[in-house]
């Protein structure tokens, strides 16, 4: 059993950009409860997508949805007030940038925010180890960040085990989230490894009828 409700997060990146707010909506009006928001800043990952005041701008829109928000940023510690502020209820930091993660840890929670940890597919599950009883979610990607529409790497699988195992032997309560290559297959594979939240791009916005996907989902 996971330890919690399955959750499906839709990814904005593969929304549609000259419509964010209208694509922001759709996953609310599917009562779905979380949205996935993917900042990338040109040097952790080689992208660009939006910052502080997409999230601020979706909130005046009135979106009410959680706001996942994954900073895939070298240095993420300066702009977590601005995110915070922007209307991010928690905020995902990478392990692989050589930075105080228990001072990034305790500024998100001083903002009010969840904290969640984020592995590239090339690091261990022992990096992020230490910190699992400080975090609220652990997100393994499943592939390489900075695109949407990869392929999932299976090879993620024993680290979702090994994660799911160490959560369970130290009884914590954190989320494992995976993102990246994510659909109906490949999300009933990681729930069955023990991920219980699940970040879907193209698969959700390009779906031919997303209140099916939706649906579907429901049933994993
Ligand atoms: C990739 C991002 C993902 C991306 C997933 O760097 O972190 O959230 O939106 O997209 P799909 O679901 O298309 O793989
Ligand atoms: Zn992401």
Known sequence: MNPHPLLLA???????????????AQVQALGLPWLHLDIMDGHFVPNLTFGPETL?????AGNKLYFDTHLMLDDPLPYLELFARAGANNLSVHIEPAIDHRAVFARTRQLGCQCGLVLNPDTPASAIEPWLDSVDLVLVMTVQPGFGGQTFRRDML??????????RARQLGFRLEVDGGIDLATAAECKAA??????AGTAFYKAPDRVAFAHAFGLL
């Open 10 to 24: 839709p990814s904005l990146l593969a929304g549609d950009h000259a419509r964010l707010a209208e694509s922001a």
């Open 56 to 60: 601020a701008a979706l909130r005046r």
């Open 158 to 167: 024993p680290k979702l085990r090994q994660i799911d195992g160490w959560r």
């Open 194 to 199: 023990g991920a219980d939240t699940f970040v």
